[in-house]
């Protein structure tokens, strides 16, 4: 069979640890024996990191904003341990913060659902896709621990001197005080991510807040994604059959409870990092969870949710066997692979992520599984298999479409 031919490369970014084993397993099995592969490679290796001195991330990220699709490997976000481990220059900031700070990119996660690992909210059928707003509030705050009785002010001076003056609380005594912050900017490019976004996955998008609470911090995100809505979306989403619903948060949170999945649900910072958490559990497993960064401008990102499963790679690193779970890496793949298909007018990329993905789903639905599901499955007479085995399984479920 002659390969598939690709015009544009894709940015591949390399990573760390047992997904840098399943990488290359990957790349191997699934997709070079189909696919004349056209990749620009970005080692983002630690090791390769430290010797660039973090160069390379950058680099990966100018790339990517070049050829508009990129698909990235876990990689280690270093911590005093991996100083001693690699040896470090430097405690390397996370690439993932460095890229998403470069695309100015809004992260979708999105479970991957299969027959046999039922969520654990019975009435969701179909994926919720969480996007979290990746920028201020809570983690970019200014705290103090007030020691005793006096004023706490807020004071905005402008530049040209003239300041606003708010009373926050006088103190009768000891407490603590909190300033948190956000930009129009940062909040109209989460916007258009979204929408952009649900237009692309004809989706609804979903948005909430606390308006009624906090009526000028809370309510200035509500405003600004009803006007870029009104103006710049509501006839592509009218067109697409897609709607744009805005609730309160705690609305919000009890009605995902009772939907049944399909929608995109747009979160501020706080609400993104918990919501995600528990959405992420609630659909039964971290490697079944994939994730885009979609910048305002249209360019993505795709890679697995979950970190480079350290613990597995010490257990390979002694030689002895893993099951690791390569779905959501391989997912990384088709998500980039179909995206570049759809930009270059190429559809046999575009089928053959298609295949590719139901391939994988349907291997697992065959009860042919790694450990990780295994332990969670209402399949009946499962094979566990090992990271290897797992991905030729896919590979044989590939060749019998
Ligand atoms: P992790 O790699 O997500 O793994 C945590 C645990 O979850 C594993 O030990 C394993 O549980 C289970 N798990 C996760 N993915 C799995 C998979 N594909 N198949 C089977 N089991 C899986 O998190 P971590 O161990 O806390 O972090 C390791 C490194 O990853 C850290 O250096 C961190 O900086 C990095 N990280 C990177 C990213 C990223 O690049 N996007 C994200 C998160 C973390 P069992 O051990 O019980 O089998
Ligand atoms: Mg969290």
Redesign the pocket.
Known sequence: MEKIKMTTPLVEMD?D?MTRILWKMIKDELLLPYIDLKTEYYDLGLAHRDETLDQVTIDSAEATKKYGVAVKC????PNAD?MTEYNLKEMWKS??GTIRAALDGTVFRTPIVVKGIEPCVRNWEKPITLARHAYGDVYKNTEIKVPGAGKAELVFTAEDGTTIRETIHDFKGSGILQGIHNTDESITSFAKACFNYALDTKQDLWFATKDTISKKYDHNFKDIFQEIYDTEYKDKFEAAGIEYFYTLIDDAVARVMKAKGGFIWACKNYDGDVMSDMVSSAFGS??MMTSVLVSPSGVYEY??????????YYKHLKGEETS???V?TIFAWTGALRKRGELDNNPELVTFADKLESATIRTIESGKM?K?LALITSLQNVTVLNSENFIKAIKAEYEAI
């Open positions: 990573g640890e876990a990689t280690i976000t991996r690439p993932n971290l490697a890679e697995a949710a979950h970190g480079t499963v350290q613990r597995h690791t779970n390569s959501a790694t990780d």
